[in-house]
Nanobody, 121 residues
């Protein structure tokens, strides 16, 4: 199995910054894409940003130019630098990893427990 642990959430004023981290551990053979999703109260979970093992990135239109995703493959870690935060960025942020374990022949998605980000106006 693969465990994902997020950190870095919190309360920040509008215009401020936060940096989220997610560390993957367990019986990992390989990790393909890693990403961040978020879910606000009463809304569906949505993709925020994704990064492949080769470093290609994809962002939601709402965060382009403000958020930056990066990863350290050696540490099985993905980061999300969030700048110019807005109240509408308030949500629980979840880390996702498409990973293959040492006992599996296929890749599947794993989720972290989520970290709360609250942006006050």
């Amino acid at each position: 199995q693969v465990q994902l642990v997020e950190s870095g959430g919190g309360l920040v004023q509008a215009g401020g910054s936060l940096r989220l981290s997610c560390i993957a551990s367990g019986s990992i053979f390989s990790i393909d894409a890693m990403g961040w999703y978020r879910q606000a109260p009463g809304k569906q979970r949505e993709l925020v940003a994704q990064i492949t093992s080769g470093g290609s990135t994809n962002y939601a239109d709402s965060v382009k130019g403000r958020f930056t995703i990066s990863r350290d493959n050696a540490k099985n870690t993905v980061y999300l630098q969030m700048n110019s935060l807005k109240p509408e960025d308030t949500a629980v942020y979840y880390c996702n990893a498409q990973a293959q374990t040492r006992s599996s022949i296929s890749t599947r998605g794993y989720w972290g427990q989520g970290t709360q980000v609250t942006v006050s106006s």
